[in-house]
């Protein structure tokens, strides 16, 4: 029984950790969405990437995969975000996705966040300029 109270007690801990991380997230999200247009002075254009694909660039960083899709299909089908910007913001992001949300929840269990955060945006940053520089993809 008491390993059963244990495991509730900590569940608990866990849940409303978790739901510290996310909820200042999801309000940070409505408030990007009124920012848009200081956002639109950002220059990303060296990763191949224009203003239109910022937002739904900088939402999957912050907050995840899951409203950046949704926000990267609305952009594509209502302004000019091409099929290679689109792949650049989606490679971008597989790898750099949730930083804020993924970093706390695993400094949380343990992790160095600095580590996590430098490694991934290098890695993204890198691995998106590589993939605008060559010559795989077509506009």
């Known amino acids: 029984m008491e390993i059963i109270i244990t495991a509730l007690k900590d569940s ?11 909820l200042p997230l999801t309000i940070s999200y409505e408030f990007l969405k009124h920012k848009q247009s200081q ?4 220059r990303f254009s ?8 910022l937002v739904p660039l900088i939402t999957g960083i912050i907050i995840g995969l899951t409203y950046g ?4 299909i609305h952009s ?7 099929k290679k910007e689109a792949f650049l913001i989606l490679l971008f992001l597989s790898v750099c996705h949730a930083m804020i949300e993924d970093t706390l929840i695993f400094v949380v269990i343990g992790a160095n966040g600095f580590i996590l955060i ?21 506009s």
Do not use: D, P, Q, V
């Not at 956002?39 to 950002?42: A, C, L, R, T, W």
């Not at 899709?69 to 990267?72: H, V, Y």
């Not at 430098?118 to 077509?138: D, E, G, H, P, Q």
């Open 46 to 53: 060296i990763f191949g990437i224009t203003h239109n694909g």
């Open 76 to 82: 594509i089908r209502t302004s000019n975000i091409n």
């Open 118 to 138: 430098a490694f991934r945006f290098a890695l993204a940053i890198i691995l998106t300029y590589l993939m605008y520089k060559s010559k795989l993809l077509k």
């Open 39 to 42: 956002i639109e002075k950002i």
């Open 69 to 72: 899709a949704g926000i990267i």
């Open 12 to 22: 608990f801990s866990l849940i409303l950790k978790l739901f510290i991380i996310i």
